[in-house]
């Protein structure tokens, strides 16, 4: 499956910051947006709203994680 390249950037962003805090990509997922799924579905292709994009962003800066 092709992966648009602005969610390539945002997997590789969630992969270090899951790396860095030692956490899953699933909890990332609960605790960002409270959808467990949002990684895998992401690898899969979904292509999640701006919005989207920028509260997930904007959780990963709060936790001092990686800049927008």
Request: glycine share 10%; net charge positive; charged share 30%.
């Amino acid at each position: 499956m092709l992966v648009h390249p602005v969610i390539q950037s945002l997997l590789a962003d969630i992969d270090a910051f899951t790396a860095r805090e030692g956490i899953t990509p699933s909890d990332f997922g609960m605790r960002s947006i409270g959808d467990p799924n949002l990684y895998g579905d992401l690898k899969k292709g979904r292509c999640p709203r701006l919005t989207t994009i920028d509260r997930l962003r904007e959780f990963m800066r709060e936790r001092g994680g990686v800049a927008a």
